[in-house]
């Protein structure tokens, strides 16, 4: 009775994975195979044509293109400057609490409060026009230009999640022996070097987490486009998620959200491998 008492307490977690996960990750891939454009009630088997008609469809494709962007814009920014205020709030400083707490106050703030907020503040009128006019620069369109979009969706994204990455990196750096720093110091090393050959190799595995972790989030992003752009405009803030949620739930195509869906699951564990195998390596012995 005794040894099957672990196994016990993990039945709860077993059945919500089973209820939440695993039941409609196989239900996703089943509706992937159908085709209910003609009629919801009564879908018609397509086998492959729901992927066959994403790969080829540029509407598609371009989302793909957009996320793969977005990613680019957040992801070196969300991994390398939390871990350069996590290395300044780890030394001894005056105030370093206060710090700590205004730099994480954006994440126990909700997601769809902050977008919002900066919805208003990109506005023609908004604060940051009101600013560039000030200094005599033309107002820029943060949500109506193509060229701005993303990048103006992609700061709400860096804003909200720096705070929650510093503090994952304070938590690694707790970990990193003193005595190597004083070794360090002692050798004459200065404080670049010092961080680039103790501080850096010793908290990998973080490094490596933090860009699994801000990769999966930059390509599921979601609320930020849906309420500040709605994808547009002209497709340029359109991404994977939204796309998934614009075929599903206002056109009821659920075989192609299906299908996206699948590609998007495909595409997340890809990165996810990728980044085992660019800071992991060593430790699952590939």
């Avoid at 680039?196 to 609320?223: D, E, R």
Wanted: hydrophobic fraction near 55%; charged fraction near 15%.
């Amino acid at each position: 009775m005794f040894r099957l008492t672990p196994y016990l307490f993990l039945i709860p977690a077993f059945v919500l994975l089973g209820v939440f996960f695993f039941v409609p990750f196989v239900q996703t891939i089943h509706l992937s195979f159908f085709d209910y454009s003609k009629d919801i009630y009564n879908p018609q088997f397509a086998s492959w044509a729901n992927y066959i008609y994403l790969i080829k469809n540029p509407q598609f494709l371009k989302t793909i293109l957009n996320t793969f962007y977005f990613l680019i814009l957040c992801v070196p920014f969300l991994v390398i400057f939390p871990l350069f205020l996590a290395v300044l709030l780890n030394t001894k400083i005056r105030g370093k609490t206060l710090y700590k707490l205004v730099i994480y106050l954006p994440v126990v703030v909700s997601i769809v409060v902050v977008a919002i907020a900066f919805k208003w503040l990109y506005a023609p009128e908004g604060l940051f026009n009101y600013f560039l006019d000030i200094l005599h620069i033309k107002p820029i369109g943060w949500l109506s230009d193509p060229k701005f979009a993303m990048i103006s969706v992609a700061l709400v994204t860096i804003f909200k999640g720096v705070g929650y990455y510093m503090m994952i990196y304070l938590a690694a750096l707790m970990g990193v022996p003193k005595d190597l720093y004083d070794a360090a110091d002692v050798d004459g090393a200065s404080s670049w070097q010092k961080h680039m050959n103790v501080t850096v190799p010793h908290i990998m595995p973080t490094i490596a987490l933090v860009s699994t972790i801000s990769s999966i989030s930059a390509l599921k992003v979601f609320v930020e486009i849906y309420v500040m752009t709605r994808g547009g405009p002209l497709d340029s803030t359109k991404t994977i998620v939204y796309y998934i949620y614009e075929r599903a739930f206002e056109n009821l195509d659920l075989g192609i959200a299906s299908a996206a869906a699948v590609i998007l699951l495909v595409v997340v564990m890809a990165f996810s491998l990728i980044n085992i195998f660019v800071f992991e390596r060593k430790k699952y012995g590939l």
